[in-house]
């Protein structure tokens, strides 16, 4: 329990110490709405439904939880380069601690931002989801950053170096956003890509969102699209599973020996 | 009659084809200061992380404090302290933050850990620099914080994986008087491998490690004794028949 608040204060302590990246996490949904809001709202055949900017909403909220969240999952690879992970190793601790730990610290701050920003959002668009919806809105915010942060954790036990970083922008956070529903309503693209839809957990976080901030417009298409109870069942399933993965992947030799450490020389 | 902190038998490890332990057989008593002195790629880290359950054996087993080192991975590491051969340092977070968060991993109660803290770093020169970025610190001073941190659970086995390779002569030199002043500590078995033979000099007793087996093991005048001349490195020369310096090179 201790040892799970101290990796958790630590994630918080360095995310303080970085002001860029405090700075940068919280601009980049606005920067998103001005441009993709005033971009898109001329060609979204949703207009006259829904204004294309309150639309964006919940997954602008998803998308702060999954580069707080996931990101944050993935300094673990700095972790590892800088040795502090052999230290963490090195304690009496399990590895399933361990990864429970960093993946709460990474839903910790990925929340924590999305909370701050869908407080400035929703007043700044006037939406207004009562208080049912906003209960179910900070749900999705938690259950997603599990999952992304679970995800996050995965991807850096996996990865030798942070050199690998553009590769996860492109082939997953991208993918990962595109295929979300958060920028245009996913039910119109091809089989193919709906189908990765179904895998993609943002997917399954963006709609709940819809859900608790879109409940006006149920009705219209542009809400929640799936069952709120599989949103959640599948949010879980997926935190639950990266947990599990993540700590199996942190406790192989490779986690601590020289070559994860020092690339081939 | 005293306790056994270190009883390996027959401990090794392979990497693929590579054989970097063969099977090593050792026993180190309890506040011993032992010395584990091999040239570079002797296996000295794949022993200490063996000892520490960093590492499965492939052969063999080891008990540590008590506890076997596979079947009791967890009591093993509550009882011992390890400063790697490269500092795991936070080098974001300030010197007492760097304490603070392994005092958590450790499971210390803040009323435990606050002072203890504030004890380490007055027995390793750090007071004044304790909330200062790891980054801002010396190289010897962020391997006597690696070594405070180390000591912080008050571990029974401190294992030190050459903690004063790389550092500059001077550094060396008063690093290597706070390592000395842990041999009074009441019990505390240090685990201490080097490269260097003025560091394997002072100790308890000595292993000589080469190309992952022993090549000898006793007090360093026994060694000498035994080899029949003057210095540690002549007893490396003498058992391994090539000297201790020349693979050191790389
Ligand atoms: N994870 C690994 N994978 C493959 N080979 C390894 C691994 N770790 C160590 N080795 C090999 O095992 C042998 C012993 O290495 P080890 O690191 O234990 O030596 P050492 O005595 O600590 O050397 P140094 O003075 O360089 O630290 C070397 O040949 C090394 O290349
Ligand atoms: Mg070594």
């Known amino acids: ?265 | 009659m005293t306790a056994t902190a270190i009883d390996a038998r027959g401990l090794g490890k392979d990497f693929g084809a590579i054989r970097a332990l063969g099977g090593l057989d050792l026993e180190v008593r309890q506040a011993e200061f032992f010395g584990l002195l091999g040239p570079n790629g002797a296996g000295k880290t794949t022993t200490v992380h063996l000892l520490a359950t960093l590492l499965r054996p492939t052969r063999g087993t080891a008990r540590v404090a008590g506890y076997d080192v596979v079947r009791e991975d967890l009591e093993t590491r509550r009882r011992i302290g390890l400063v790697f051969q490269e500092t795991t340092l936070d080098r974001d977070l300030t010197v007492e933050q760097n304490l603070s968060f392994a005092a958590r991993l450790w499971n210390l109660p803040g009323r435990v850990a606050g002072p203890r803290i504030d004890e380490l770093l007055v027995q390793f020169g750090l007071r004044e620099r304790r909330r200062d970025p790891v980054r801002a610190l010396s190289g010897g001073m962020r391997r006597a914080l690696d070594i405070a941190r180390g000591l912080l659970h008050e571990p029974r086995v401190l294992f030190l994986d050459e903690p004063t390779a790389g550092l500059d002569p001077r550094s060396r030199r008063s690093l290597w008087e706070l390592i000395q002043r842990l041999r009074s500590a009441s019990g505390l078995t240090v685990f201490l491998t080097t490269h260097y033979v003025e560091e394997a000099e002072p100790c308890d007793r000595v292993a000589v490690l080469d190309r992952g087996s022993l090549a000898a093991l006793g007090t360093p005048a026994e060694l000498k004794r035994a080899a029949g001349v003057s210095s540690l490195e002549a007893v490396f020369l003498a058992r391994t028949g090539h000297p201790l310096a020349a693979s050191s090179a790389a």
């Open chain 1, 1 to 265: 329990m201790r040892a799970i608040a101290g990796i958790v204060v630590r994630e918080l302590l360095r995310f303080l110490r970085q002001r860029g990246r405090l700075v940068s996490s919280l601009a980049r949904p606005f920067v998103w709405l001005v441009f993709a809001g005033a971009g898109f709202a001329t060609v979204f055949s949703g207009a006259g439904a829904i204004d294309y900017r309150r639309y964006l909403a919940p997954g602008l909220l998803g998308m702060v939880v999954m580069f707080g969240s996931l990101l944050a999952a993935l300094s673990t690879v700095t972790d590892r380069e800088a040795g502090v992970l052999r230290m963490m190793l090195v304690a009496p601790i399990r590895r399933s601690t361990l990864a429970l730990g960093k993946t709460l610290g990474a839903t910790l701050l990925g929340t924590t931002q999305a909370v701050v920003v869908g407080a400035l959002l929703l007043s700044l668009l006037r939406l207004w989801p009562g208080p049912a919806g906003l209960l179910l809105g900070c749900a999705a915010i938690v259950l997603s950053g599990l999952a992304l942060g679970a995800l996050g954790l995965v991807l850096a036990a996996t990865m030798r170096s942070i050199e690998n970083f553009a590769g996860v922008m492109n082939f997953v956070v991208f993918p990962m956003l595109f295929l979300s529903g958060a920028l245009y309503p996913v039910r119109r693209l091809g089989p193919w890509l709906r189908a990765l839809v179904h895998v993609n957990p943002l997917a399954y976080g963006v709609d709940l969102l819809k859900h608790a901030l879109l409940g006006e417009w149920a009705g219209t298409g542009y809400g929640g699209e799936m069952p709120v109870a599989l949103d959640v069942a599948v949010l879980a399933a997926f935190a639950a599973a990266g947990l599990a993965i993540a700590a199996a992947l942190l406790g192989r030799e490779g986690g601590v020996t020289r070559t994860a450490f020092r690339s081939p020389a």
